[in-house]
């Protein structure tokens, strides 16, 4: 386990104290919960991706199979089509 030492204002600090003190805690242990809250909530935020969902990019990404069907072009097709991007 690693150690860190963080600055706060003297209020801010006496505020903390009080709060791990009415949880029953130290206040490293409740700096302790409250980083890992951060990493649980970036996990929760992260929503899961459907594979059915993954699919479809894939196919949306892939290259058509048939000519003149609408899809990725590389670039010398970009010229030899006239499409300009801009």
């Known amino acids: 386990m690693k150690n860190i030492t963080v600055s706060v204002d003297d209020d801010l600090y006496r ?15 409740l700096v302790r919960e409250f980083l890992a809250g951060l990493r649980g909530a970036e996990q929760a935020a992260a929503p899961a991706v459907d594979p ?4 479809l990019w894939a196919l949306a990404d892939a290259k058509p199979e048939r000519p003149g069907s609408v ?3 590389n670039r010398e097709e970009l010229y030899q089509r006239g499409i300009s991007r801009h």
Do not use: Y
Request: glycine share 4%; charged share 40%.
């Open 15 to 29: 505020e903390a104290r009080v709060e791990a003190a009415r949880r029953h805690k130290s206040l490293s242990a």
């Open 71 to 73: 899809g990725p072009l």
């Open 52 to 55: 059915e969902l993954e699919k």
